[in-house]
């Protein structure tokens, strides 16, 4: 028992820190849909957010059986995704280059509402990516006990929600962190957008991977190769984002 408690304490450190970097891009997009908000509805957007999250996420570990089967649902998120981001990117490239010399009107941004409700879609998304790499990691686990939920061993299942939950607490103090730094640093919208769409990618390659399409190897979504490029597009993208906003800001102070 000891030796089987002990597998379970090193399996739940790995879906805290999984969960932990499935976080941190969830939080950026939660941080670019939010920002146009101001302060003090960002933090119940984000609260509303979370909240939806955390259900669709406890929904998701009931439902995998029957979620792992509609990849639509990953197709529409990525879909979602890239259009959030390609669509911002073009507005904030055509804003910077004067569009054809008239006077723009101020861009009408989403309501309180609707805005939680985009954040609450792309939660759907992220939910099923979540919830797939934790039952992954948990089902190499032995069986304890023997009561089932969903369809998954009981301690197993315990070991998943733990992850997912402490997951969920790092994705809203990175949420917020992300917000402050863009009302910081503004130059680095760009670069937000441009992580948005590299998760939307991300998607696209699960859904691309998913076992009804096979249109690539079904385990490339999952393969260490795929999480390194991944991570280092991600961590460029970042960089750049740091570098360009650096410099912008250098510009308008001289």
């Given at each position: 028992m000891d030796t089987i408690?002990?597998?379970?304490?090193?399996?739940l450190i790995v879906l805290v820190v999984l969960e932990g970097l499935l976080a941190a891009d969830n939080a950026v997009v939660m941080a670019v849909m939010v920002k146009h908000l101001p302060p003090e509805k960002r933090k119940k957007a984000l609260f509303y957010g979370l909240l939806g999250a955390f259900v669709f996420r406890f929904a998701a570990l009931f439902m995998i059986t029957i979620l792992v089967d509609i990849w639509q649902i990953q197709a529409i998120g990525a879909a979602y995704l890239l259009f959030i981001s390609i669509k911002n990117l073009y507005d904030m490239k055509k804003h910077k280059n004067g569009g054809d010399g008239h006077v723009e009107k101020p861009k009408?941004?989403?309501?309180?509402?609707?805005?939680?409700?985009?954040?609450?879609?792309?939660?759907?998304?992220?939910?099923?990516?979540?919830m797939l790499a934790a039952v992954a990691i948990a089902v190499t686990l032995p069986e304890l006990g023997d009561f089932h939920i969903g369809g998954i061993n009981g301690g197993q299942f315990s070991v998943m929600f733990l992850g997912g939950v402490i997951g969920l607490i790092i994705m809203r103090f990175a949420a917020t962190w992300f917000v402050r730094l863009l009302d910081k640093y503004p130059a680095l919208?760009?670069?937000?957008?441009?992580?948005?769409?590299?998760?939307?990618?991300?998607l696209v390659v699960l859904t691309l991977g998913h076992e009804d399409l096979a249109i690539i190897d079904p385990h490339f979504?999952?393969?260490?190769?795929?999480?390194?490029?991944?991570?280092s597009v991600l961590l460029l993208i970042a960089v750049l984002g740091v570098l360009?906003?650096?410099?912008?800001?250098?510009?308008?102070?001289?």
């Open positions: 408690l002990l597998e379970y304490g090193w399996v009408k941004q989403s309501g309180f509402w609707m805005t939680v409700v985009k954040v609450e879609l792309a939660d759907i998304a992220f939910a099923i990516d979540s919208e760009g670069a937000a957008f441009a992580i948005v769409g590299w998760v939307g990618v991300k979504p999952h393969s260490t190769l795929w999480k390194t490029i991944f991570w360009i906003g650096i410099r912008n800001d250098k510009k308008k102070t001289a």
